[in-house]
């Protein structure tokens, strides 16, 4: 029998959230992509927190985060944000690169957090 891989939120295009063997995974954007990079990066993160608590999960689980900005001169803006953001002692692997997202998008999170 193959193992149980939970999804939730799925579409016919994606899944908002996979759950394989203890591990979540799932993207993140900014919900109202009319706001400026500080927003759009203020908001993902807030909807990172949203999602750990409905998977049953919290910061200190986080494992890994890859970050893809539109530019990459948000950086600072990005680990002003994050360095108040995560929790000390329990800091993901993290990854940022530049990307082309779509035209409104700054900020896209790919996240993996345990879960017990």
Known sequence: MAPLIQRIGNSSRWSDVVIFRG???WAEVA????????????Q????IEETLIQIGSTRELL???V?????????PELNRQWDGWVIHG????RACVQAGLGESCEVEMLVEAAVD
């Open 44 to 47: 993902v993160l807030t909807q």
């Open 23 to 25: 591990v979540a995974r």
């Open 67 to 75: 970050i893809y900005l539109r530019d990459l001169e948000h950086v």
């Open 31 to 42: 919900e109202d992509r009319t706001a400026d990079v500080a927003g759009q990066i203020s």
């Open 90 to 93: 329990h800091a993901p692997v």
């Open 63 to 65: 494992l890994q985060i």
